[in-house]
Structure formats: structure tokens, C-alpha cells
């Protein structure tokens, strides 16, 4: 989640992404990708989806990066 009590999801996926770079995050939101790239992606997420509509791109993104 971006808005969280202690630490935004920018930051905390900044923070994993630093001490795990293996470990892929995925930002899940209602609200609608505003750049090329979300804060999300630029501090290391492996992506960010839409609620609703892009559920099935998200499954299949998850997937591809399982079957590396």
C-alpha cells in the first residue's frame, strides 16, 4: 500500500528491494498509473497493477518471472 501509518509502500519497497533485490514487490492500487514508470517501480518494484482491470497482467507477470 502507498499510504501506510509508519512508511509508504514507495519506501518500504525501497527498502526491501535494497536488502532482498531478489525478492520481486508488486504495487496493487485502485488508482490509475499517472507516468511511464510508478514510484513504486522506480524504487526497485518489479511492477504496479491496476485493481480490477489488470489482475489477469499481474497474474501473468508473476508467472513469467516463476518460470525464470
Same mark, same amino acid.
Given at each position: 500500500d502507498i499510504?501506510?501509518?509508519e512508511m509508504?509502500? +514507495? $519506501?518500504?519497497? #525501497? #527498502? +526491501?528491494h535494497? $536488502? &532482498?533485490p531478489s525478492v520481486h514487490i &508488486?504495487? /496493487?492500487s485502485s488508482q490509475q498509473r499517472t507516468?511511464? /514508470?510508478?514510484p513504486i $517501480?522506480?524504487?526497485g518494484g518489479? !511492477?504496479? &497493477? +491496476?485493481? !480490477?482491470d489488470e489482475i489477469q497482467?499481474?497474474?501473468? #507477470?508473476m508467472l513469467s518471472l516463476q518460470a525464470r
Open positions: 499510504s501506510m501509518p509508504d509502500g +514507495i $519506501e518500504a519497497t #525501497r #527498502r +526491501i535494497a $536488502e &532482498f &508488486f504495487g /496493487l507516468a511511464n /514508470l510508478h $517501480e522506480q524504487a518489479s !511492477g504496479y &497493477f +491496476i485493481k !480490477g497482467h499481474m497474474v501473468d #507477470r
